[in-house]
């Protein structure tokens, strides 16, 4: 098992920066990525970002690229979000996932953990 825990949402005005992080423990080894979800009041969770554990590439989905950074420390287990030039929009519960399964792609949706979320509001 994997026990993922995020930290660092709160409150920010629009135009603002914040940055998430999310600490593996547990089973973490053959950890193959970890990304980052969220889910707005009334929407279905929906992909933010990815990084491939042992290499570091990355995805991001278009609503975020350019604004939000994803990266990695192996040594502490811990992966972060960079969030930059916040909109209302991205207010959301966000939720960091791991996933062990070295068969999917970067960017599947399919994750094997998943924290209990952080909620990030931004105001206008």
């Known amino acids: 098992q994997v026990q993922l825990v995020e930290s660092g949402g709160g409150l920010v005005q629009a135009g603002g920066s914040m940055r998430l992080s999310c600490a593996a423990s547990?089973?973490?080894?053959?950890?193959?990525?970890m990304g980052w979800f969220r889910q707005a009041p009334g929407k279905e969770r929906e992909f933010v970002a990815t990084i491939n554990w042992r290499g570091g590439s990355t995805a991001y989905a278009d609503s975020v690229k350019g604004r939000f950074t994803i990266s990695r420390d192996n040594a502490r287990a811990t992966v972060y979000l960079q969030m930059n030039s916040l909109k209302p929009e991205d207010t959301a519960v966000y939720y960091c996932a791991a996933d062990k399964s070295a068969s999917r792609s970067l960017l599947s949706l399919g994750y094997d953990y998943w924290g209990q979320g952080t909620q990030v509001t931004v105001s206008s």
């Open positions: 547990g089973r973490t080894f053959g950890v193959y990525r």
